[in-house]
């Protein structure tokens, strides 16, 4: 097992990894910009490191700094949290060249598993069903050819995406220039690929994902499935599990499914496939894979009491995993809101809300600075109960009673979407927000 590691991120996730150390006997380095020097991860952390300015490619996106400070530190591996270099194939193998242990899958999987193209191909062999599409297109007249044999509308997604960047909807022809040249651009800036592909726009939709944990020995557990249909502009605002719409036997085929497919690509890690289920014939297509930990992992381990924090260190140790897929219940229902900020602000008070199985995974203290360099999510608040219906009045009460002064935050909206009939019903879709 590690005794030290350094935290290649910042934020509530940082915080969230430092605290499983400590759970852990694991001594903890942060590393931070000199908008963060005053972050509440640089004061839980053992030791701590400034890394660069405000701007997240001289600091968090900064791998030789981050490098040095884990060499410097004795850091024996590196979590990266998620954002940032998490999925980064190029950081995971520095890392390893350096001596140093990265907290995620290894570096050839990460190669396959991250193009988006290669991995519709892998899981379709490993027996998973994926939405009709093509591979990386090389000009806007394949994709105009393309598209209209799948049939409109399509969607143009970039291979390295993720967080919503690089993806357009076309409903027409006379929209696939305009959309494919804005496609292209924004994958090569967000992400330096440019590379994009079709897929076929499954509407009306939901966006299940489903959790899986494997370890070196081969060991693949699934815990089951969180519905993310909740979106704005395909950012995720409200999770949930479980789906209020999947029932039993659709659960045990997916997992089945996916334990399968997880076993026949040999992944090791953390892990989250998503998917989406067709509203109209119930079926499930896969779309993506992510090799990292998920921003909403709270609402599983709510639901199961696993701690996937801690399992993804010592499953990168080599250590193998203490529970089965026999070993996991799903008891209840849980519930996570995420609270974004609407703009930067210093927060004069804050008051959070407690109760049996309410948690608020944050890095705001009073007094903290809310920066404008980075996300806008300053914290999620996660409940769980014995039903449903206990969990939206859980959540509604704690959101009431979740309090950040002088920075405007989104808590009011987030109370208006839990309330509405189509979310109380379990029925909303990914056209619910718009």
């Not at 852990?24 to 952390?45: C, F, K, N, P, R």
């Not at 909403?296 to 995993?321: C, F, N, S, Y």
């Not at 509604?396 to 950040?404: D, F, G, P, S």
Request: proline content about 3%.
């Amino acid at each position: 097992m590690f005794s030290k590691i350094l935290i290649a991120n910042r934020g509530e996730v940082a915080v969230r990894i430092i605290r499983s150390c400590k759970e852990m006997g694991i001594s903890t380095v942060a590393v931070y910009s000199q908008a963060d020097a005053e972050a509440l991860h640089v004061a839980l952390a053992d030791q701590s490191f400034c890394i660069g300015g405000n701007d997240a490619a001289d600091s968090y996106l900064n791998q030789e700094r981050i490098l040095s400070a884990a060499l410097v530190s004795g850091a024996q591996a590196i979590h990266p949290g998620y954002g940032f270099l998490s999925e980064n194939a190029e950081f995971a193998a520095r890392c390893l060249q350096n001596g140093i242990a990265f907290i995620g899958p290894d570096v050839e999987t990460m190669h396959r598993l991250s193009d988006k193209d290669r991995i519709k191909t892998l899981m379709a062999d490993a027996g998973l069903p994926v939405i009709p599409g093509t591979e990386v297109l090389s000009s806007v007249r394949e994709a105009k050819k393309a598209a209209a044999e799948i049939g409109y509308p399509v969607m143009l997604k970039a291979r390295s995406g993720g967080g919503g960047r690089g993806i357009r909807l076309v409903t027409c022809e006379a929209e696939m220039e305009q959309n494919y040249t804005a496609a292209v651009a924004e994958g090569r800036a967000a992400f330096g690929d440019g590379a994009v592909y079709l897929e076929k726009y499954v509407h009306p939709a939901k966006h299940i994902e489903m959790q899986i944990i494997a370890d070196e020995q081969g060991h693949v557990v699934c815990l089951g499935e969180r519905d993310c249909s909740v979106q704005r502009k395909h950012q995720k605002l409200i999770e949930e599990s479980p789906s209020p719409v999947v029932t039993p036997a659709m659960r045990k085929t997916l997992m089945d499914q996916v334990t399968k497919a997880i076993q026949q690509v040999g992944y090791c890690g953390i892990g989250t496939l998503e998917f989406l289920l067709d509203q109209q014939s119930g079926r499930a297509y896969f779309m993506e894979m992510n090799v990292r930990l998920q921003v909403e992992h709270p609402v599983t381990e709510m639901l199961t009491g696993i701690d996937l924090v801690k399992w993804q260190i010592r499953v990168a140790a080599g250590v193998p995993l203490g529970f089965t897929q026999e070993d996991v219940r799903f008891t209840g229902a849980a519930m996570e809101c995420r609270v974004n900020a609407l703009r930067p602000g210093r927060v004069s008070f804050l008051h959070v809300p407690g109760g049996p199985n309410v948690r608020f995974d944050t890095f705001m203290v009073t007094g903290c600075q809310i920066s404008p360099y980075y996300d806008s999510m300053i914290g999620k608040l996660i409940v769980s109960a014995s039903t449903r219906e206990e969990a939206l009045r859980k959540m509604q009460a704690a959101l009431c009673e979740l309090v950040i002064q002088d920075v405007d935050n989104n808590i009011e909206e987030q109370i208006d979407l839990i309330t509405r009939k189509e979310f109380v019903a379990g029925t909303y879709d990914l056209d619910f927000v718009k």
